[in-house]
Structures are given as structure tokens and as C-alpha cells.
Nanobody, 124 residues
Framework: QVQLVESGGGLVQAGGSLRLSCAAS????????IGWFRQAPGKEREFVAA????????DYDDSVKGRFTISRDNAKNTVYLQMNSLKPEDTAVYYC?????????????????WGPGTQVTVSS
């Protein structure tokens, strides 16, 4: 069982920045590929970014490329999502999750353990 907890969300004006953290309880954190997803009200959960175990493979959704940066610190069992140039359409609950079998995927069904999420609200 892996427990994930997101933090760092909040209210920010358009153009601002936030840094989200995803802290894991497991000692085997470094063996997991980790993804960030988001879900806006009335919409399906969507892929944002993912990072491989050793940080060598990083993927972003086109909507956040050039604005968001995913990184990880395996010594701290933590994955980060630095979000810059935020837009009102980035408003959502942000979740982190572990990829099943380390799959390189942007599909929610390929992720098994999820955190409870952190709210990000961007005002115009």
C-alpha cells in the first residue's frame, strides 16, 4: 500500500506561480513512476505530467508545456510540480498517482495509488 499526500495548492492570480508537492509514505518510492493529474468541476480527470523513477523520462500535456515543470527528490520521497504563468483554465483539483508497473502512460486507468488532491484556483 502506498499513501500519497499532495500539498501546495491555493488561490493565485493569473500569471502567478505555485509549487505542488506529492509526498509518499513508501520506502520504495524511487521505484515508482509518478504522474500528476487534474480535475476541474464537471470535467474528467486529465493528465498533466509524469516523471520516471530516475527522472530521465518526463512527459507533459501540451496544455502545460513550457509553463509547468515536474521533478522529484527520491531521498525525500517527494515529487514536485512547479506551475508558472498560471491561467484561469488551470483551476482544478490536482492529484498525484503511482503508475502501475511503471508504465509510461497518460491514462488514469494506468495509475493505481492516488492522493486526496489539492485545490488550485487561478483568478483572472
Amino acid at each position: 500500500q502506498v499513501q500519497l499526500v499532495e500539498s501546495g495548492g491555493g488561490l493565485v492570480q493569473a500569471g502567478g506561480s505555485l509549487r505542488l508537492s506529492c509526498a509518499a509514505s513508501t520506502r520504495t518510492f524511487s521505484s515508482y513512476r509518478i504522474g500528476w493529474f487534474r480535475q476541474a468541476p464537471g470535467k474528467e480527470r486529465e493528465f498533466v505530467a509524469a516523471i520516471s523513477r530516475g527522472s530521465s523520462i518526463i512527459d507533459y500535456d501540451d496544455s502545460v508545456k513550457g509553463r509547468f515543470t515536474i521533478s522529484r527528490d527520491n531521498a525525500k520521497n517527494t515529487v514536485y510540480l512547479q506551475m508558472n504563468s498560471l491561467k484561469p483554465e488551470d483551476t482544478a483539483v490536482y492529484y498525484c498517482a503511482t503508475a502501475k508497473y511503471g508504465r509510461r502512460s497518460s491514462i488514469t486507468a494506468d495509475y493505481d495509488y492516488w492522493g486526496p488532491g489539492t485545490q488550485v484556483t487561478v483568478s483572472s
